[in-house]
């Protein structure tokens, strides 16, 4: 067990004993432990397999490829339309944890497998990106930030891009590409 996992867990405000009895399941599965991106992680042969995290209504493990894993159960949970690889099963109390311990073991088990076999997720390679009027708009009137927007890596566009398109009114569509027009013209991306 990782000290810096104990931290974590010890320290977590919500769903403490759901994932301390996540954390207890998947170490049965003989994956390395470590802390990634502030949650728990569990590896294979330093492939990420597994992490479990909380939120505010409900804590989850997250497969990392678990768009390949079989699902038998219908319990996996993509978590937006454009997370294409990681899958998630959603916990709400102790209980559901403990009452499902074999279904999700074999769940890990088989995440395992796709990772021993070297599997790999195949991404939607979506060139089409869809400009929200308003901030096509700011580029034709602007040639500096189009040239700016330009140089981003397509990672960094789309990025922009869908924090641009989710809102549903205009006006906040408008708001968010103000504020955010500095960011780009300096060619950096959201989380520079």
């Given at each position: 067990?990782?000290?810096?996992?104990?931290?974590?867990?010890?320290?977590?405000?919500?769903?403490?004993?759901?994932?301390k009895q996540l954390r207890i399941l998947i170490h049965g599965c003989q994956l390395t432990e470590e802390l990634k991106w502030g949650v728990p992680c569990y590896t294979y042969q330093n492939n990420n397999v597994v992490l479990i995290h909380g939120f505010k209504e409900y804590c989850a493990m997250l497969f990392t490829k678990g768009a390949l894993l079989k699902d038998k159960n219908g319990i996996l949970v993509q978590?937006?339309?454009?997370?294409?690889?990681?899958?998630?099963?959603?916990f709400t109390n102790l209980k559901e944890i403990i009452e499902n311990e074999a279904i999700l073991k074999s769940y890990i088990l088989e995440a395992i497998e796709i990772e021993k076999a070297g599997l790999k997720v195949e991404f939607n390679k979506n060139n089409e990106m869809q400009f929200p009027e308003e901030f096509q708009k700011k580029l034709n009137e602007n040639h500096a930030l189009k040239t700016a927007f330009d140089t981003l890596t397509p990672g960094r566009k789309r990025a922009y891009l869908l924090h641009f398109s989710q809102p549903k009114q205009s006006k906040t569509r408008e708001a968010r590409v103000e504020k955010w027009v500095p960011q780009i013209l300096n060619e950096k991306g959201m989380n520079d």
């Open positions: 067990m990782n000290p810096k996992v104990d931290d974590f867990l010890n320290k977590a405000k919500k769903w403490q004993d759901e994932l978590q937006t339309e454009n997370v294409q690889a990681g899958r998630q099963i959603r």
